[in-house]
């Protein structure tokens, strides 16, 4: 059987590689691609939508129903995740751990034990990882700021260099995931809760579509954002632009939560307990 | 770009790619996973495709690797086969 697949995946791959014999040489100015959709979308983006990165405005403007479904498709895949991983059923774990604060002695207490229940002094600790690392926690209260920071700055500043609403969303993400990491998942679900993850993504999608609504609505074609102009209070073009920067806030809203809502029901297992 | 510089990425590409796959620690694939992700995304660099290599930085090389390490603490360490 393995030797079949070997074989399978051998003659795929050979098949691929001699179908990329037919495909124009990289960066050939006479490939189709470069002859007839490049030049438009180089001369004409800055004229259009007055965006520098002809990047951004292809993915955002002129291709916007991609970027649309991508960021749907993001959705759908934390969406299947909840559904498939998350229980809500509370099954008591055999023993917890409890750390007191002043001392730093470590009580386990069994099932049936009397649970301390004064907050300032106790806090409960993972049964994996048991260290109360001083290090690790200042850092990470002195990185994660400069690192939402930096994500905004990428969503905000897509117009102009590389970025935009996915890189800016999955690094804000991620630094809520680092908070996750360097102390826990409960404190971290406190700080920003599931349903709250859950709204967050359905808002980044629905002001994707509600933009394209709207535009649709003002009287021109779904996704138009220069019809938002009299809206805006600006030009045709500067409403473009700035139906850009819309629709990229809608972005990284989705896939910062979506990338949060993931990692809550992958590392705890549906849980929301004991994360990583 | 230099092309030396090209091919020694290339290679790396293609040894952690199947590393990634041989390799029966899952936490191991999973960091290597990480690592060809990374080498991808200087390819990307170098080619001249800022915006893909920015893109496969922040969500190959750094959040898909929380989850699969997140996904094989929660499973298990060892693959079957």
Partial sequence: MKTVAILTVCLCGSLFLFCTMEFPNWGDPAAPASMHLSPYFIQNAEKDAAVPNIVTAVLADYRGYDTMFETAVIFAAGLACFFLLRTFTRKRRNERLFRHIPTGIVLNIKAGGKIPDDPSKFERIDSHWTPNDLIIKTTCRLIIPSIQLFALYVIAHGHHSPGGGFQGGVILGASFILLAI??????????????????????????????????????????????????????????????????????????????????????????????? | ???????????????????????????????????????????????????????????????????????????????KD
Avoid at chain 1, 235 to 263: D, F, K, N, P, T
Avoid at chain 2, 47 to 61: I, K, L
């Fill in chain 1, 182 to 276: 360097s102390t826990d998942l409960r404190s971290t679900v406190r700080r920003l809760s599931e349903r709250t993850s859950a709204i967050m993504a359905s808002a980044g999608v629905l002001i994707y579509a509600g933009t394209g609504l709207l535009c649709l609505l003002l009287g021109s074609v779904f996704l138009d954002y220069g019809a938002l102009a009299p809206v805006l209070r600006s030009g045709s073009v500067m409403a473009r632009s700035h139906g850009i920067l819309i629709v990229e806030i809608g972005v990284g809203l989705a896939v910062m939560a979506v990338m949060i809502w993931l990692y809550y029901n992958i590392s705890s297992a549906g849980k929301h307990d004991e994360g990583l």
């Fill in chain 2, 1 to 79: 770009m230099v092309w030396q510089l090209d091919i020694i990425i290339l290679t790396l590409v293609i040894i952690s790619g199947i590393a990634a796959i041989t390799i029966k620690d899952l936490l191991g694939a999973s960091v290597l996973f990480g690592a060809y992700s990374f080498l991808m995304c200087l390819l990307w660099a170098i080619m001249g495709a800022v915006d893909v290599a920015f893109t496969e930085a922040s969500v190959g090389a750094g959040v898909s690797t929380v989850l699969f390490v997140a996904a094989v603490f929660q499973t298990t360490r060892r693959s």
